[in-house]
DNA sequence: AATCTTATTGATAATTAATTTCAATAAACA
DNA sequence: TGTTTATTGAAATTAATTATCAATAAGATT
């Protein structure tokens, strides 16, 4: 199901400002805070209200169209939520960020810690962090 | 080695507001904000100025001496480091958090990731949500 | 297609969080 | 005990986020 169908299926209308907001988030290669986004759609001469970009935001999240990415220094930056159990892989040369998918990910892990500490698991947050195939190879290049 | 040694083999002083900030934080149960460890303080009569909170988590963690744990809706916490490679499980009731050590955790998954998407990965952030063995309790209480 | 209803928007104000500035203070050391 | 200077506290500044409210437009109803 798309996310303009999800939407309206909840009641919630399709709007400029709404549709603005996801093209970005759905063509950018990187986890983007508000106001980075509120910034390229002024430069793309499609701005909104920055405060429109916050109440977006706010909306899709809560309903997991959109997703938040902890960059490398602990800024929130959001990405269009891709489907499935999944996390992301950042890179902490130039940002660009994938995601890989995570089912049985972790089951050992917490099995094990559920033991350890008497906690009961409901819920991980999981990133990784490195470098991207391209900026892979431009270190190669300054280190010949 | 202890954090005031370490401290001042840096050559930075070992100054009452940083003691204060580090007595919080080693008995907290919990991460807190540089708010919520500036009203700990004044509520003790310890108060400091709030622009020292700031700057001493800052410089702190910086040398690892304190560390940021994520909050369940994405709040910064400070906790003070734990020794060798962890991470932490946090209550999603009462905020408490406890470490568990994680040195081979990622190591399946890390090779997984880095053949599926071609990153290199050189960093990782994971942390576990659940419930402490307390609120577990209660839980069970209520359902009675 | 015109009209109605009301969720949503944009502009601005208000709030909250974090950083900067700088004279006064107090760690560390001789 | 005196000297040096990193550090502090208070206030000012900047940045980020949220609240307010009249105007707008999305979607439903004729
Ligand atoms: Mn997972
Ligand atoms: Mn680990
Ligand atoms: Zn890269
Ligand atoms: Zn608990």
Redesign the interface.
């Known amino acids: 199901m798309n996310w303009q169908k999800q939407l309206s299926d909840l009641g919630f209308r399709v709007s400029a400002p709404r549709k603005r907001v996801m093209a970005v988030l759905e063509s950018a290669q990187q986890p983007l805070t508000p106001l980075e986004l509120h910034q390229t759609l002024l430069r793309d001469h499609k701005a909104i209200g920055l405060a429109s970009v916050y109440r977006t935001l706010g909306l899709l999240s809560a309903l997991g169209i959109v997703e938040?990415v902890?960059r490398s220094k602990?800024e929130?930056g959001y990405m269009a939520a891709a489907q499935g159990h999944h996390h992301h892989?950042l890179?902490?040369e130039c940002q660009r960020a994938?995601e890989?998918s995570?089912l049985e990910?972790?089951s050992e892990?917490?099995d094990?810690?559920e033991n350890?500490?008497?906690?009961?698991?409901?819920?991980?947050?999981?990133?990784?962090?490195?470098?991207?195939?391209e900026c892979?190879s431009k270190h190669a290049d300054e280190k010949e």
Do not use: A, E
Request: one cysteine or more.
């Open positions: 938040v902890y602990g929130m892989i890179c902490q994938v890989f995570g990910d972790l892990l917490i094990h810690v350890q500490t008497h906690y009961q698991v409901r819920d991980h947050l999981l990133q990784l962090y490195g470098l991207c195939p892979q």
